[in-house]
């Protein structure tokens, strides 16, 4: 389990050929004496295992699977990539819950500057746009961001400058790739409310305070 807030950024070193994957070698911005064979570590919001610690770097296996579905097939050695290691109980919660799995893939639409703030829009998959709320947290390539608006499938951020500091963000433009995961929250109360929310729509009714308390959610 991760919170999205970006330990560091990592760079890597190597990517090579494993048994259908790739094995991958990263190193570090930070210290790993703390972190052990077998711990999680989240990469661009792809939630992988350490299988090797020399130095500064680590060593990660990355499944045909992941590759599918996450942006690191197309990563190349000297990328840079968002680092953060798994949350340790009793430790602030500080972003959001977020687990490393990646529900989709999305393409950044245009980053402008707004004073020394950032406006960011990122088109994300329209299957995914069921669990969206304004204001609502979002990780955006391991990154916790708050969703300022949205319409349709196109979510808008507004960064500051520290985050643009310590991630990889600052580094996007548009057309740029980055991997989607939405509040595990967010999907899980919408898969509870689905059936209910399917027998409104039949009966023409609305999603009231009334009707939640008569369902039990209240």
């Not at 070193?13 to 999680?40: H, W």
């Not at 290691?85 to 919660?93: D, F, S, T």
């Not at 595990?184 to 009714?205: C, D, N």
């Not at 009231?208 to 308390?213: A, G, Q």
């Amino acid at each position: 389990m991760f919170t999205g807030l970006v330990e560091g950024i990592g760079k890597i070193i190597s990517l090579q050929p494993f048994r259908g994957g790739l094995l991958a070698e990263i190193s570090t911005s930070f210290s790993l004496k703390d972190t052990n064979v077998g711990d999680s570590i989240a990469v661009d919001g792809v939630c992988l295992t350490i299988t090797e610690i020399k130095g500064s770097s680590f060593k990660a296996q990355i499944s045909p699977e992941t590759l599918a579905k996450t942006t690191l097939r197309y990563k190349n050695s000297g990328d840079f990539v968002n680092l953060e290691r798994a949350l340790k109980l009793g430790e602030r919660l500080g972003g959001h819950l977020v687990s490393g799995h990646v529900d989709g893939v999305g393409r950044i639409v245009s980053i402008t500057p707004v004073e020394d703030f950032w406006r960011l829009k990122i088109e994300i998959p329209k299957e995914l746009t069921s669990y969206l709320v304004k204001k609502g947290s979002i990780a955006i390539d391991g990154v916790s961001l708050t969703i300022n608006n949205f319409r349709e499938n196109i979510l808008e951020f507004m960064l500051i400058p520290h985050t643009l500091k310590v991630t990889t963000l600052c580094l996007k433009k548009p057309g740029d790739l980055v991997n989607i995961e939405i509040d595990m929250i967010a999907k899980m109360v919408y898969r509870w409310l689905s059936p209910y929310l399917e027998s409104l729509e039949t009966s023409k009714k609305e999603l009231t305070l009334e009707f939640l308390k008569e369902h039990g959610f209240l």
